[in-house]
């Protein structure tokens, strides 16, 4: 029986414990379920940030998977900025709201931000090129004005940089490398620059006629 647990039987009100008991007689027995309540819900596939009319896809799953769950109702704080329509969460305007899910007693709930459409982006503060162990922080914009402007990295030659959440780059190892930002919101739209990482130069030697070599 979906979302119950088998307790045992009884008779008359009373437990029957059939291991112990001796049976002599006809009884009737009625079995005793024991319903199982969800303890936690969780959203999957939530996005925090959206732009205008994108849709999002929501899934809740209840703890334990075996709970007894007729329905999960959802809701936004704010259905002027985003609202659930035939199973899909719409974005509608620009601001925040809050995403909830509720069943059997239990909620989950995230903060939505729906931004303007991007149309597009730029890396800025960046340079040509850099020696092992530099770091920069990177500078995104996006446009129109209040665009998102959170990107995911992503590097035409791995291990030679990397970039944290924080936009800071550092050098790991020298090498030629296209370095690209893509919009998180709309990943249509991405940028990308071109960086050359120097080994360190760990000594020099002055030979005759004043050459320079470094080694």
Do not use: C
């Amino acid at each position: 029986r979906d979302g119950y647990q088998f307790m045992g039987w009884a008779e008359n009100g009373e437990r029957f414990d059939y291991l112990i008991w001796e049976v002599e007689r006809n009884v009737t027995l009625l079995a005793i379920w024991d319903e199982i309540l969800p303890t936690a819900i969780e959203i999957d596939g939530e996005s925090a940030l959206l732009e205008l009319e994108q849709t999002s896809t929501l899934v809740a799953k209840v703890v334990p998977a075996n709970a007894n769950v007729s329905n999960i109702i959802w809701s936004s704080s704010n259905e002027a900025v985003a609202a659930f329509e035939e199973g899909k969460l719409v974005a509608k305007s620009m601001g925040t709201t809050v995403i909830s899910a509720t069943a059997g007693g239990v909620s989950a709930s995230y903060t939505l931000t729906v931004f303007p459409k991007t149309t597009s982006i730029a890396i800025s503060n960046n340079s040509a090129t850099l020696h092992i162990a530099d770091t920069e922080t990177l500078t995104i914009t996006a446009t129109p004005e209040g665009a998102n402007t959170k990107v995911t990295w992503s590097f035409s030659e791995p291990g030679i940089v990397s970039v944290d959440k924080n936009n800071k780059l550092t050098a790991l190892k020298g090498g030629n490398v296209t370095v690209t930002a893509t919009s998180v919101t709309n990943p249509i739209y991405s940028t990308e620059y071109k960086l050359k990482v120097y080994d360190n130069v760990e000594g020099m030697t002055i030979k005759g006629s004043g050459l320079i070599t470094a080694g």
